[in-house]
């Protein structure tokens, strides 16, 4: 869900809008007795702030009877509140000159508002509001579940390549609950009662499941007590918070499968498990990937694109999850060429991850393009206020926004080989063709 909303000024603004990005980060970091986690980042290099708060549900903490349901929240908790009317939520932030937007991923759903300094108040009162008093109306589930459909529609449906992720996931997850993406089942959330709807929110969207990082152009003591003003009489959520406790089970054999569309190009899947994101041996895969895919010198371009010229696109990242996630590896095949035949070729460079070590020249590479990223993520507001909830969220330690760059550039070419060894495994894969659908009926 995006909603983009700004004026001209303010968007300028916004645009270029840098944090300390070379230097440490500073922050502030609280609880409230309701167990919301605060992070206050004060940074007057342009007179905007960034009021974000994440909650620690994605679509891995949803039934599998009832799947798409954080995905629906993040839409239906636009739709007003007590004190906010259906519809208004986004235009008190137009009206003062800011931006607002929503995602949801398989372990988070995020919300923010991007605005003008002095609007600082405004972004606390509307997500106390979200918080506290959100109205969960059937007007307002018969309107978000007709928005959610047709933005399936859009994305996966009708979009080129847009069931790729999902069939993906689905044939790298048997028991874990990462085996459905966040926009879930359209038949669960019709089948969905308004009770089913209340009890999500109350079980997830609580202060204690909750944090609230503000980054951007502020008093940090006036902004503390605007958070107490605004937070600290939210009641405390009283319900279990459900956590997954499956743990996918290692296959000893690879899963292939085909899938026919509409798609006149085919596309490779390789997908290989992976530990969890935070975890030690997750950096050095993460660099693995970067090596094979990182730009247009990285080996899986320059050897199946360019030299053999069998796709037209091929790469690898990581998809890093909280819970161990999955690696994609994938290919659009060139007209005329056999998928086949790019399988192979992508699992010869494969091979030679793991039986060669990288050269001084890619791993100076790498760590240059390491670099970059962590510059880059922390270079606006938005950026430095997420990054702060993701680690706490995440890891309980917000001060890896300063130290995880470190993780990465301690990873060294014998870890890179080992990891190779290790997780691409083609017992342990799952590979998948993209077909056009005319060659299925041939």
């Not at 899938?259 to 975890?279: C, E, H, M, S, W």
């Not at 130290?403 to 080989?417: F, G, V």
Request: charged share 25%; with cysteine; net charge negative.
């Amino acid at each position: 869900m995006k909603y983009l909303l700004c004026s001209t000024f303010v968007w300028s603004i916004l645009l270029s809008a840098y944090g300390q990005s070379t230097t440490n980060i500073d922050f502030t970091e609280f609880d409230l007795k309701n167990g919301l986690h605060v992070i206050l980042h004060e940074d007057h290099s342009t007179p905007i702030v960034a009021v974000t708060v994440m909650y620690h549900v994605g679509s891995k903490n949803e039934s599998p009877n009832r799947t798409g349901m954080a995905h629906f929240f993040e839409h239906l908790l636009f739709e007003g509140s007590e004190n906010i009317e259906r519809g208004e939520f986004d235009h008190y932030v137009e009206n003062a000159g800011g931006v607002l937007n929503a995602n949801t991923s398989q372990d988070r759903t995020f919300y923010y508002e991007l605005l003008p300094s002095n609007q600082l108040e405004l972004g606390l009162w509307l997500e106390s509001e979200r918080m506290l008093h959100a109205k969960i109306q059937q007007i307002g589930i018969d309107t978000q579940n007709e928005v959610v459909k047709e933005e399936k529609r859009q994305r996966v449906d009708n979009a080129p390549y847009g069931s790729m992720i999902a069939e993906t996931m689905d044939a790298c997850y048997d028991v874990h609950p990462y085996q459905w993406t966040p926009i879930g089942s359209m038949e669960h959330l019709d089948a969905s009662t308004h009770a089913d709807f209340m009890d999500f929110y109350e079980t997830f969207y609580v202060p204690n499941n909750a944090t609230l990082s503000i980054a951007g152009d502020m008093d940090l003591e006036s902004a503390k007590q605007l958070v107490k003003k605004y937070f600290q009489d939210i009641p405390k959520g009283t319900k279990t918070i459900p956590r997954p406790t499956e743990v996918e089970p290692k296959r000893s054999e690879e899963r292939r499968s085909i899938v026919y569309g509409k798609d006149r190009l085919p596309v490779v899947i390789q997908a290989y498990p992976i530990p969890a994101q935070g975890t030690p041996d997750y950096y050095a895969v993460d660099m693995l990937n970067q090596v094979l895919s990182g730009g247009a010198s990285s080996r899986l371009n320059k050897s199946i694109v360019d030299e053999k010229q069998l796709a037209l696109y091929c790469g690898a990242f990581s998809f890093g999850l909280e819970d161990p996630g999955v690696t994609f590896a994938f290919a659009m095949v060139n007209m005329g060429v056999e998928p086949s035949e790019v399988e192979n070729a992508m699992n010869e460079e494969f091979e030679k991850m793991k039986t060669q070590l990288i050269t001084d020249r890619e791993l100076q590479k790498l760590k240059n393009q390491i670099e970059t990223q962590f510059v880059s993520g922390n270079s606006t507001m938005a950026g430095i206020a997420e990054e702060l909830a993701n680690y706490h969220t995440y890891f309980g330690d917000a001060n890896l926004i300063n130290t995880e760059i470190d993780r990465y550039l301690a990873i060294t070419p014998d870890d890179i080989q080992r990891v190779a060894k290790k997780y691409y495994d083609e017992n342990t894969r799952a590979t998948l063709y993209f077909l056009y659908q005319e060659a299925e009926e041939k």
